[in-house]
């Protein structure tokens, strides 16, 4: 009988441990726990003895709201669970999440961190460094400081550094969204940026800094499904030199686009531009373009030859309502263009229905721009023209019928005011039309989303495993009462 007994708190032990709750009991001035310790707002943020004791659980639960007053720094492994809806707020001028080299982060829960003044980021990521934001977890940078990031992140040489945002995370931010940054020698290299989630800002949402000049070892740009959203700004600045690969997702701004240099290659998505082609609204100190369109190709004078544009569209769809689709200004030799796929919705002036493209160069746009980019049009989908004319410097024009019969490769017929180029791969189902939330099926088709909440593989093991366990227990339990 004794032997049973001990069997039975055993099994009740391991049903605690598998459904999650921490065992230890925590005075009121704790604000996080893990399964061995309580922690008081100034353990959170002390160094040395208390720092080690903080890293030696690796995982520490939120049971209350706590405001710091200084830097959150990590150099070593740790998970931070948000709880239920509890919040870590940096309320004193420059404070905020620094992740050291070696650091590496989880955020996950449904709480939220957020600052509430100063000029910093939120989250600083060194070189070296790695975060990953999980589950239903909010980030909201307050800051209004013009270039003030939620997320920054930098690399060095000889670092791997990363960024993962889940698709459920959401980024607001009175500023920027993320900046990738150089730590040294205008270049960023080991790093890798995963986006996807709901993105909320004033200025751009993602951005690589200008002075990332190298294309050794740039830092990669993976976007994912997800909504991407500025206000006041370019959605994805691609300055510096860097690989975007954007797979998918719903990316609006006032543009949505902006390539100056870098490997840009676009799969799919929907992309779209407020601001009027005239010009119109823009975050401070931003220096994007702003004409409202939802494609943005421009080289700009300093930045050298070695800064090539390598733009490769292969679907999505893109739609500016008041400006052209796709603006490329300056570009001539210095890069290389291809679009298949693609569904360009341009918007009106006055009556007048705007060309798809807008093909912009101060130099002869004849001799250098159409002479290295023939044939970059090789499928899709534009209101009215194609191309709008283009006056070269030598004061003659190139319409749009000249700019289409050099530069684009499909055949081309007009319908209705609407031109086709070649055969879309899918027609009736331009790619990157997927909103948020949706699933896709195994056809490729669309099907909605089943609000059910899976929990997590392991933690369906556990729970089996203590119910099998507990009804070993009562099995053995009425044998035992049997044989008494």
Same mark, same amino acid.
């Given at each position: ?215 050794? +070892?740039?830092?990669?740009? %993976? !976007?994912?499904? /997800? =909504?991407?959203? @500025?206000? #006041? &700004?370019? *959605?994805? $600045? ?68 070695? +800064?090539?544009?390598?733009? %490769? !569209?292969?679907? /999505? =769809?893109?739609? @500016?309502? #008041? &400006?052209? *689709?796709? $603006? ?157």
């Amino acid at each position: 009988m004794k032997n049973l007994k001990m069997f039975a708190i055993a099994v009740m032990a391991f049903a605690v441990m598998a459904t999650g709750v921490h065992a230890v009991d925590c005075d009121t001035s704790a604000v996080a726990k893990s399964e061995t310790k309580c922690y008081t707002e100034a353990q959170l943020i002390a160094s040395s003895a208390e720092t080690d004791a903080l890293y030696a659980d690796n995982v520490i639960t939120l049971i209350k709201n706590v405001t710091l007053t200084s830097n959150l720094e990590i150099d070593k492994n740790i998970t931070i669970d948000l709880g239920d809806d509890f919040v870590i707020t940096f309320n004193t001028a420059n404070q905020g999440i620094v992740l050291k080299d070696g650091g590496n982060l989880t955020l996950k829960g449904t709480g939220e961190v957020k600052n509430t003044a100063g000029t910093s980021a939120l989250i600083d990521v060194q070189a070296g460094a790695t975060l990953n934001v999980e589950g239903s977890v909010i980030l909201n940078n307050l800051s209004t400081g013009k270039e003030t990031p939620a997320i920054m992140i930098n690399g060095t040489d000889g670092k791997t550094t990363a960024v993962t945002v889940g698709k459920d995370v959401t980024i607001k931010s009175a500023a920027y969204g993320l900046v990738v940054g150089k730590a040294s020698a205008d270049s960023a290299p080991g790093v890798t940026v995963n986006m996807a989630g709901t993105w909320e800002t004033e200025g751009y949402v993602a951005k690589v800094n200008g002075t990332i000049k190298y294309a050794s +070892k740039a830092p990669v740009i %993976n !976007v994912e499904e /997800g =909504t991407y959203k @500025s206000a #006041k &700004s370019t *959605a994805l $600045y691609a300055s510096g030199y860097a690989t975007w690969n954007i797979k998918g997702g719903s990316v609006e701004g006032a543009q949505a686009v902006e390539v100056r240099s870098g490997n840009v290659n676009i799969s799919g998505g929907t992309f779209k531009g407020t601001n009027p082609k005239a010009g119109g609204t823009g975050f401070t100190g931003a220096n994007a373009t702003k004409n409202g369109s939802a494609l943005i190709v421009k080289h700009v004078a300093n930045y050298e030859e070695a +800064k090539r544009i390598n733009l %490769n !569209v292969t679907g /999505g =769809t893109f739609t @500016s309502e #008041k &400006s052209y *689709a796709m $603006y490329i200004k300056d570009l001539g030799e210095k890069g290389t263009l291809s679009l298949s796929n693609v569904k360009m919705t341009s918007g009106k002036e006055g009556s007048t229905q705007l060309a798809a493209i807008k093909i912009d160069d101060t130099n002869d746009a004849a001799t250098s721009f159409i002479e290295h980019h023939n044939d970059m049009i090789v499928s899709g989908e534009f209101t009215g023209d194609v191309f709008e004319k283009v006056e070269t410097s030598s004061g003659t024009f190139a319409t749009p019928a000249e700019l289409a019969a050099d530069l684009v490769k499909g055949e081309l017929k007009t319908e209705g005011g609407n031109t086709t180029v070649g055969t879309p791969s899918d027609e009736g189902q331009q790619p990157g039309t997927t909103e948020p939330g949706d699933q896709t099926t195994g056809d490729g088709n669309q099907g909605p989303t089943d609000n059910v909440k899976n929990p997590e593989t392991n933690d369906n093991i556990l729970v089996y495993a203590g119910l099998g366990l507990v009804s070993l227990a009562s099995v053995a339990f009425t044998a035992k009462k049997r044989e008494d």
